[in-house]
């Protein structure tokens, strides 16, 4: 793997966290609440995890 594909699966990863980051904002939004700019870069370069954790309780709250 050369260094033109490495720094285009960093670019896909990251434009995948911000597509979703974007999406669970607008979600979070809905409840008149709001993501911190920390917060936000974090969901960005972890979202695999955050994704993970706000499923979990996003489900959590609808069967409750």
Not at 25 to 40: H, P
Not at 45 to 60: D, E, N, S
Request: charged share 15%.
């Amino acid at each position: 793997m050369d260094i033109t594909e490495f720094t285009q699966e960093v670019i896909f990863y990251l434009l995948v966290g911000a597509i979703i980051a974007f999406a669970v904002e607008l979600l979070v939004r809905l409840t008149n609440d709001s993501f911190t700019m920390k917060e936000r870069i974090m969901f960005i370069t972890l979202w695999p995890i955050m994704g993970g954790i706000f499923l979990y309780h996003f489900i959590k709250e609808l069967l409750q």
